[in-house]
């Protein structure tokens, strides 16, 4: 009995734990990433492109380490170590193939706010002047860069937290609109940031409301103090800047390895200076001494936490959105998920760790996916490799840049903030598609260059929530006519007889950031269910119970008759009736739902448009300009159908 009763007890025992142990691993894959996609790399295929790739990435992460370090305020070494650590961690916890985490200019210039603030230039004599501390740099200097830790520990603390917490899911309130006018009013500001710099202007530290004018107006009622040296060498290296990385662009798929411009000016833009002794003769400021090595791990000051809140939400909201938006055009335009939730996580860790490291807060870069998108990286393995290209750096290469004069450094941050001026562009696509979404995207941008990013992002989300509120009450939700799925049997004599299938669906309500999405998923599985099987299912009315799609059964299927092949041609009719009003979010998801059922061989019309849509539809893009897409009513779109096929008889009739 002993025996028997150990033996049951043993195998409930292994009954109880295996599917734990099951559970621990897929927890492991689902905030692991690496775990997923280490173990399938492939060598032959992936292995050079992601070197080549980390090649170009490292001189990126070098430049913009040393120029955004100076943006935070703190020395330019420390911009070393945040573009080496932040984006180790991100390899391993992030989804973004394609995203190079590391110093970023929008969280630089927050941090800088907390810096000047805590320790400002004029506490510099104050402090003691030791050449014995950390890297021989003095305590003025090891203070700035405690703060700028700090900063960077808070705000990945909060990005846990926010992971944790499941706050990925609300990203939907984060619409294109205000992310683009909230990146491109914060690369504004950089760019006022760096007007000393590319003037050779002395001129003190200005921030807090309206500093942004400030700023214009010091230089303007200082102006004659500009130095013409450092003016003539910005616009020297703006210019060659500019047009090599434009040649580069347009003859990427005719050479084989992109040049480093910003490598080549930044070497002899150096060893110009050293020659001619610029920095003496000239008065132009340099880089100045560069300490090899990485420090020990030190504990961020936890006595300025409570002073740097603000500055750390700021990190956290501004360095998050803007790399989330990153994420997920890496993830559309190479077709794989990410997980936002897990990128709160990625984010986080990648700021709470490296700040023990003296690194600045970090996220990712447009520049810098940018480059991996015309290099052809593969995977985050060309991250990895350029961690070893800036450890060498770090080690032995960055005492070489003493001589590298701070104009050319804002030259650099200017041009590689092009990506995100040039969204002004979009003004013009808001514009003719829904002008309230202009109206937003200009109220955002205005509130973040009067104040501050976070705030500009902030009003941004209230302002469109509010929007949307205030237009919901007065959509037309019920319709007299409910227009339901049903299916039309459709036989044609070509070669033999074929069975086609009609599909009806009515879109009843708005379609809006807040269930864009939403409506995109629920009509990818419709289709794929009639993918898969012939048969009504009866549980569909369920399913889309709290869809934005209303369909049932219209009409009953043949049992004799067989489902036609996944790769036969099908049509679907999307009724666009409720559809009483939108934003650009709802119009670009019916496009990209135009296309993907196109490319599952489902010929798609839409009926009952409203001319306003198809002007929105046609500047964001006619899905289809070779034929028709859009008709008067569902029976005018079903006579295209069988004229355009040719159809001779109906098996079924469903009544619209």
Request: hydrophobic letters at 45%; glycine letters at 6%.
């Amino acid at each position: 009995m002993t025996g028997a009763k150990r033996k049951k007890k043993g195998m409930l025992w292994s009954k109880m734990h295996t599917p734990h142990c099951e559970d621990f691993k897929q927890w492991c894959r689902r905030r692991l990433p690496i775990l997923e996609w280490a173990p399938h790399y492939n060598l032959k295929e992936n292995l050079l492109p992601d070197t080549m790739s980390g090649i170009m990435l490292a001189v990126q992460q070098v430049t913009q380490g040393l120029a955004f370090a100076i943006l935070s305020s703190v020395h330019p070494v420390f911009g070393l170590y945040g573009s080496l650590f932040p984006a180790i961690i991100y390899a391993i916890f992030g989804m973004g193939r394609h995203v190079a985490t590391g110093t970023f200019a929008l969280t630089s210039l927050i941090s800088a706010n907390a810096v000047e603030r805590l320790v400002p230039l004029s506490s510099q004599n104050l402090s003691t002047q030791s050449n014995t501390s950390t890297l021989g740099l003095s305590d003025f200097e090891l203070q700035r860069i405690g703060v700028a830790a700090a900063v960077s520990f808070l705000g990945g603390v909060i990005q846990v937290a926010m992971f944790a917490l499941q706050l990925g899911r609300a990203t939907f309130l984060l619409t294109e609109p205000v992310i683009s006018a909230m990146t491109t009013g914060a690369a504004t500001h950089v760019v006022t940031s760096q007007v000393k710099y590319l003037l050779g202007m002395k001129m003190p530290y200005i921030s807090g409301p309206l500093g942004f004018f400030y700023i214009y107006t010091y230089v303007f009622e200082n102006i004659k103090f500009v130095r013409l040296e450092a003016l003539l060498l910005s616009l020297l290296s703006i210019v060659v800047l500019v047009l090599v990385k434009e040649l580069n662009e347009q003859f990427k798929s005719k050479i084989k390895v992109v040049l480093p411009v910003d490598l080549v000016l930044i070497i002899a833009a150096s060893f110009a200076c050293y020659c001619t002794n610029m920095e003496i003769t000239y008065g132009l400021e340099v880089v100045g001494h560069i300490p090899e090595g990485i420090p020990p791990p030190r504990a961020p000051p936890m006595n300025v936490l409570s002073a740097v809140i603000m500055e750390a939400f700021g990190v956290a909201l501004v360095g998050y959105v803007a790399s989330l938006a990153l994420a997920q055009g890496s993830a559309k335009k190479y077709k794989y998920s990410v997980d936002d939730n897990q990128e709160f996580l990625a984010h986080g860790l990648s700021n709470v760790i490296p700040s023990f490291f003296f690194c600045i807060p970090s996220a990712a870069a447009m520049g810098r996916t940018a480059g991996l998108y015309s290099t052809g990286a593969k995977t985050q393995v060309a991250c990895l490799i350029s961690c070893i290209l800036v450890l060498i750096v770090i080690y032995s290469v960055g005492p070489l840049l003493y001589w590298l004069p701070m104009c050319v450094l804002a030259s650099i941050i200017v041009v590689g903030l092009k990506g995100m001026l040039i969204q002004f562009r979009d003004l013009k696509k808001y514009w003719n598609v829904d002008k309230i979404d202009w109206g937003i995207w200009v109220t955002t941008y205005v509130f973040t260059i009067c104040f501050a990013a976070n705030v500009g992002l902030l009003f941004g989300v209230v302002c469109t929530l509010a929007i949307v509120i205030s237009r919901f009450p007065r959509a037309k939700t019920l319709s007299i006519k409910n227009m339901k799925e049903m299916e039309l049997k459709v036989k044609t004599e070509t070669d033999g007889e074929t069975l086609q299938q009609v599909k009806i669906i009515s879109i009843n309500n708005p379609l809006v950031f807040l269930n864009a999405k939403k409506f995109h998923t629920d009509l990818m599985n419709i289709i794929q269910k009639e993918n898969v099987s012939n048969q009504l299912l009866d549980d569909i009315s369920k399913c889309e119970q709290n869809t934005l799609l209303n369909s049932l059964s219209n009409g009953n299927c043949n049992d004799d008759v067989s489902q036609p092949c996944l790769n036969e041609k099908s049509f679907l009719i999307l009724d666009c009736s409720g559809v009483t009003f939108f934003d650009y979010s709802g119009v670009s998801m019916l496009v990209e739902a135009y296309n993907d059922c196109k490319s599952r061989s489902v010929d798609v019309s839409l009926a009952h448009c409203t001319a306003s849509l198809i002007k929105a539809m046609k500047y964001y893009g006619n899905p289809d300009s070779e034929k028709p897409v859009s008709f008067d009513s569902v029976s005018a779109a079903l006579s295209n159908i069988y004229s355009s096929k040719n159809l001779s008889k109906l098996s079924d009739h469903g009544e619209v």
